[in-house]
């Protein structure tokens, strides 16, 4: 049998590196992605620089009623105060003007009186540049609101606790077992709500890349007319089953691979970013240095999900009679494992029942789920991968089965 699975592996290997047209469909999206973004990102970057260099063209009206603010949005580097001679509406229109800023003609007299004061702001609707002049003017009304709320309450020797008399201390329990963020009770920490859509993700890969590879070396054997030549080898059934589903596995975790390490690089660059994302970077930093033995779990956990799901795939389409056939088959498949882990995101309570690690796909979803939330305690970690592995040894076994029954290999031929 291991000859054959040997046999078997080195030629479905073969057959896929001679197929450039599946190699790129394969291999060229993860490995293209980031060329891609920085090429899209450069290209943004170079447009806002280009069409920004001599700041955006905004009007205020009635400025001499605010010259603090005034002087503020002069300072901005996004912005260029125009002359009011403008007619206005025709600028705002035409596109030659960003945004329009209204301030009331007696707006000195109610800052005076320390009243609120009313201003409007019209953008243009004249392409993306207007947003970015009103995030600047909203930049600049913010700064000095807060410079005149800072002199209000110094007058009144109060300081800006003042204006909030409760203050929230959010506190986060730390986490049970193995946990991708480990931290000590009343640490706080990032929320969880993105471990609830990790079972989606974890289903996304348990499609990803190999299971196209197991129909076409199953059904599309029976097309190509070389399953009659398959079956008279000395070769055993369950070698050649082993091989293929051992060849779309390696693939799987190849394609998984990549894209695990394109978002990756996706997160280190946003955790790079100056002014804004230091609170972002600094969460996914923390993430990515305690994470270790979860993803060790995380990768053995989906290997046999892999396997199961590749099984039972080489099973569906052994028995399909054609491509047409075994793509409606699969794609029951692909809808059943969404539906199982939104179940698992949503639907299964924490802590579950130790009975839900040991149910097919269900189980290890949740403690996926888990592992990168309240956490996951060792003994329902190795439950979880147990019952999966179990599976996977199912799934292999039906896949065999299949394959030796003249019935389900000459449906079509």
């Given at each position: 049998?291991?000859?054959?699975?040997?046999?078997?592996?080195?030629?479905?290997?073969?057959?896929?590196?001679?197929?450039?047209?599946?190699?790129?469909?394969?291999?060229?999206?993860?490995?293209?992605?980031?060329?891609?973004?920085?090429?899209?990102?450069?290209?943004l970057?170079?447009?806002?620089?280009?069409?920004?260099?001599?700041?955006?063209?905004?009007?205020?009206?009635?400025?001499?009623?605010?010259?603090?603010?005034?002087?503020?949005?002069?300072?901005?580097?996004?912005?260029?105060?125009?002359?009011?001679?403008?007619?206005?509406?025709?600028?705002?229109?035409?596109?030659?003007?960003?945004?329009?800023?209204?301030?009331?003609?007696?707006?000195?007299?109610?800052?005076?009186?320390?009243?609120?004061?009313?201003?409007?702001?019209?953008?243009s609707?004249?392409?993306?540049?207007?947003?970015?002049?009103?995030?600047?003017?909203?930049?600049?009304?913010?700064?000095?609101?807060?410079?005149?709320?800072?002199?209000?309450?110094?007058?009144?020797?109060?300081?800006?606790?003042?204006?909030?008399?409760?203050l929230l201390?959010?506190?986060?329990?730390?986490?049970?077992?193995?946990?991708?963020?480990?931290?000590?009770?009343g640490?706080?920490?990032?929320?969880?709500?993105?471990?609830?859509?990790?079972?989606?993700?974890?289903?996304?890969?348990?499609?990803?890349?190999g299971?196209?590879?197991?129909?076409?070396?199953?059904?599309?054997?029976?097309?190509?007319?070389?399953?009659?030549?398959?079956?008279v080898?000395?070769?055993?059934?369950?070698?050649?089953?082993?091989?293929?589903?051992?060849?779309?596995?390696?693939?799987?975790?190849?394609?998984?691979?990549?894209?695990?390490?394109?978002?990756?690089?996706?997160?280190?660059?946003?955790?790079?970013?100056?002014?804004?994302?230091?609170?972002?970077?600094?969460?996914?930093?923390?993430?990515?240095?305690?994470?270790?033995?979860?993803?060790?779990?995380?990768?053995?956990l989906?290997?046999?999900l892999?396997?199961?799901?590749?099984?039972l795939?080489?099973?569906?389409?052994?028995?399909?009679?054609?491509?047409?056939?075994?793509?409606l088959?699969?794609?029951?498949?692909?809808?059943?494992l969404?539906?199982?882990?939104?179940?698992?995101?949503?639907?299964?309570?924490?802590?579950?029942?130790?009975?839900?690690?040991?149910?097919?796909?269900?189980?290890?979803?949740?403690?996926?789920?888990?592992?990168?939330?309240?956490?996951?305690?060792?003994?329902?970690?190795?439950?979880?991968?147990?019952?999966?592995?179990?599976y996977?040894?199912?799934?292999?076994?039906?896949?065999?089965?299949?394959?030796?029954?003249?019935?389900?290999?000459?449906?079509?031929?």
């Amino acid at each position: 049998m291991r000859r054959a699975l040997r046999t078997v592996f080195v030629r479905e290997a073969r057959d896929l590196l001679r197929d450039r047209r599946s190699l790129l469909l394969l291999f060229a999206m993860p490995l293209l992605m980031p060329l891609v973004g920085a090429i899209g990102g450069a290209f943004l970057a170079w447009q806002i620089l280009r069409q920004t260099h001599d700041g955006l063209p905004i009007l205020v009206v009635n400025g001499d009623q605010m010259p603090a603010l005034v002087e503020r949005l002069e300072r901005s580097e996004l912005l260029a105060l125009v002359d009011a001679s403008l007619d206005s509406q025709q600028a705002l229109q035409s596109g030659e003007l960003m945004a329009v800023l209204e301030i009331p003609p007696d707006a000195a007299a109610l800052l005076e009186a320390e009243q609120q004061v009313s201003l409007k702001l019209t953008s243009s609707r004249s392409g993306w540049l207007p947003d970015f002049a009103v995030v600047a003017i909203r930049s600049g009304l913010d700064d000095y609101g807060d410079q005149l709320l800072g002199q209000r309450l110094s007058r009144r020797e109060l300081d800006e606790t003042w204006i909030e008399p409760l203050l929230l201390e959010r506190e986060t329990a730390a986490p049970v077992g193995v946990a991708a963020i480990p931290v000590v009770a009343g640490e706080a920490t990032p929320s969880s709500l993105g471990s609830l859509f990790l079972p989606l993700m974890a289903a996304s890969w348990a499609f990803s890349g190999g299971l196209n590879l197991v129909a076409s070396m199953t059904v599309g054997e029976k097309e190509h007319h070389t399953m009659e030549s398959l079956l008279v080898t000395p070769a055993s059934r369950l070698g050649v089953v082993l091989g293929k589903i051992l060849f779309s596995v390696i693939v799987s975790a190849i394609t998984i691979g990549l894209w695990s390490l394109d978002s990756l690089a996706y997160t280190l660059l946003l955790a790079a970013m100056p002014s804004g994302f230091d609170q972002f970077g600094s969460s996914v930093g923390t993430q990515l240095g305690d994470a270790g033995i979860v993803l060790v779990w995380l990768i053995l956990l989906m290997l046999p999900l892999m396997t199961m799901t590749n099984g039972l795939v080489a099973a569906v389409c052994t028995f399909a009679r054609d491509y047409r056939e075994a793509n409606l088959l699969l794609a029951l498949i692909q809808l059943l494992l969404p539906l199982v882990a939104l179940g698992a995101a949503f639907a299964v309570g924490s802590p579950p029942a130790k009975a839900i690690y040991a149910l097919p796909m269900l189980g290890v979803f949740v403690i996926i789920r888990d592992l990168f939330g309240a956490g996951a305690a060792p003994g329902s970690l190795i439950l979880a991968w147990v019952a999966a592995a179990i599976y996977a040894v199912g799934a292999v076994l039906l896949a065999s089965y299949v394959f030796s029954r003249e019935w389900a290999l000459m449906r079509g031929v």
